[in-house]
């Protein structure tokens, strides 16, 4: 199976990616900057690519595959300067809602646009990691005003994706990965990357199972949005 993983230089991107490597699959993954832990992987199943999903199509790095059967669009951000930018309704500003939307709403769009021949060619299936902090059922506390609506755009272009690709042979889900300890989930979250990478993995396989453009967490229980 050719794999492709965005944002796999850390965190629950990088989980995946040993995941798949693992069990003897070919990953690609696809990463703005290094990482200590992404350079200590040696496998020759390992391609990475050089891909900041702002832009339409990679800068660098190994090909891209002819055929995916697998994309897991993971790259995010919660702010564009990777710190704890203000996102409250008084002080979040027009910058860090159109640079969060760019990178986490469009980037996966960018990303299924470029490799969608591979997609079709190998009838595959598209993941896009979104958070339940998209789902406006679920919202009881407000604030966090450009990562929500980024993060709940991405589950409504998941339900289009999924609806305007099931004749031509390829699903689309999106998918909650839990909180989870990592840079971005901080040390209080409630779950580690390898109870996330093993939850998500069962989805991905499960995907057929679930309706077309589901939002569902990492445990496959499906989340109102």
Known sequence: M???ITGANRGVGLGLLRHYLAAGHQAWACVRSDSKELARLKSDSLHLVRWDVR?????GGAP???RV???INNAGIWSADGGETAQGLEDVTDRTMQEVFDVDCIGPLRVVQHLLPALLKARGVIVNVSSQMGS???NTSGGSYAYRAAKAALVITTKSMAIDLAPRGVRAIAVHPGWVRTDMGGP???IDVDTSVAGLVKVFEAVSSYPLGAFVAYDGTQIPF
């Open 2 to 4: 050719n794999v492709v």
């Open 55 to 59: 832009e339409a199509a990679p800068s």
């Open 64 to 66: 891209l595959p002819e």
């Open 69 to 71: 059967d697998l994309l």
């Open 136 to 138: 406006s059922a679920d």
């Open 188 to 190: 209080d979250a409630r």
